[in-house]
């Protein structure tokens, strides 16, 4: 895995440990070697992502909309910044680019780019991995609601299973690597059965 895109928030978070865990990311990718793709910011823990990785002189790619550039949140020092019309492009831009996908704190943005790749790896339009860095149970309501989901029927038990969360980003990328697409064929066969009654 060359490329990780990483959805984060534009914000810091109150507590430290959010920081902290933004920069055992960026660390980890730069002991790896592996390159940034992000939102392109300059702000938040997209800042300290791409200053971490920037220091240590590796590749980190952003992607922004020019309505961004135009707010003055674009970082002006990473290895490329690559410009486009609108925030759905940037999503199909960033997957483009990407061998895999993690998603650290971050609010309604954050929770738009991972939902985007949940339903694209869902319905096999993309079949890249996508981790979940469940910094101090951030997203434990998130995947509350996602076992909630599954309890209403309206989330297959075998999607929430095939989602990869830990709070540890050595082991997320690891079981990032051996991420095996489910077939969608029998969800799609289910679902006209299902919906016959
Ligand atoms: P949020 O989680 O709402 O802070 O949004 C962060 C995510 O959405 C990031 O992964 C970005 O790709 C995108 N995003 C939202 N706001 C910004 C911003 N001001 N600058 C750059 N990217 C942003």
């Not at 709070?167 to 969800?187: C, F, G, H, Q, R």
């Amino acid at each position: 895995m060359v490329k990780i895109c990483v959805f984060c928030g534009s914000s810091m978070g109150f507590d430290a440990k959010y920081r902290e865990a933004a920069k055992e990311v960026a660390d980890y990718f730069v002991a790896n070697n592996i390159s940034l793709v992000y939102g392109g910011a300059s702000v938040g823990l997209m800042k300290i992502l791409a200053d971490t990785l920037l220091e240590k002189h590796k590749e980190v790619i952003g992607v922004m909309p020019q309505l961004l550039i135009d707010k003055e949140v674009a970082h002006h020092h990473i290895s490329q910044m690559i410009v486009v019309e609108s925030m759905a492009e940037r999503k199909q831009k960033m997957i483009e680019l990407s061998d895999g996908f993690i998603a650290l704190p971050g609010g309604f943005g954050t929770l738009d780019e991972l939902s985007e790749v949940m339903t694209m790896n869902q319905l096999r339009i993309n079949d890249k991995p996508l981790g979940i860095l469940n910094v101090d149970g951030y997203f434990d309501k998130l995947l509350e609601f996602f076992d909630h989901s599954v309890k209403s029927g309206f989330v297959r038990p075998e999607y929430r299973k095939n989602l990869m969360v830990s709070d540890n980003i050595a082991k997320l990328v690891t079981e990032m690597k051996n991420y095996e697409p489910l077939s969608i064929k029998k969800w799609v066969e289910d679902i006209k059965v299902e919906s016959r009654h």
